[in-house]
């Protein structure tokens, strides 16, 4: 077994079939058609006849210590693929909660920048609305339009950033994700 390429849910009936008893039947017809005729003369006779012959065969091996620890290995090579059957299935549910809540924390943090680009917008305005009065200085007009420029490239890169992380999802459950479900405010995490 351990050179095969059996496939390891066959590997236990294929073993198994070596310590069971094997039975073969076969069979076999002969069509005979003779001429049986003298030198140079006529035909006597023509004796035609058909035979048929059939066997069974059962055999059961008695004690074959290899096909025992074949046998033994194929549960093992079950064993092993079940196991990694239920690694994989682990890995999968790993592999798409980290990208949901992946996808959640872009999105939390998108609406975190655009709500600080809000607040920032206004303080510029401010600042204009102050430069103009006379009462703030164009240092303060310009830092506070820096600020607003910076908050700007900001919200740019948590798209940009949800965008990625959305496609991630995508990936790995096979098909646009849609509207993710955010988490609840009253959730609370157990711990382990």
Do not use: C
Not at 16 to 39: C, D, M, Q, R, Y
Not at 79 to 89: D, H, L, T
């Amino acid at each position: 077994m351990p050179g095969s390429r059996v496939p390891s849910w066959l590997a236990t009936p294929q073993s198994l079939a070596g310590l069971l008893p094997s039975l073969t039947l076969s069979g076999n017809t002969v069509w005979n058609k003779n001429e049986i005729s003298i030198h140079n003369g006529p035909t006597i006779s023509k004796p035609q006849y058909n035979s048929n012959g059939y066997q069974l065969t059962l055999s059961q091996p008695l004690f074959r210590w290899q096909n025992w620890v074949s046998y033994d290995q194929s549960k093992l090579l079950v064993a092993q693929a079940e196991a990694n059957f239920v690694q994989a299935r682990q890995d999968l549910i790993l592999r798409v909660s980290q990208a949901y809540f992946d996808a959640i924390y872009a999105v939390e943090n998108l609406n975190a920048v655009r709500a600080n680009k809000t607040a920032i917008a206004q303080q510029l305005e401010s600042a204009k609305k102050n430069f103009e009065v006379g009462t703030a200085t164009i240092t303060d007009s310009q830092e506070a339009q820096a600020r607003f420029d910076l908050a700007t490239a900001q919200e740019i890169g948590a798209e940009n950033d949800l965008e990625v992380r959305t496609r991630a999802l995508q990936a790995i459950i096979g098909k646009e994700p849609g509207a993710l479900a955010p988490v609840r405010k009253d959730a609370t995490m157990s711990p382990p």
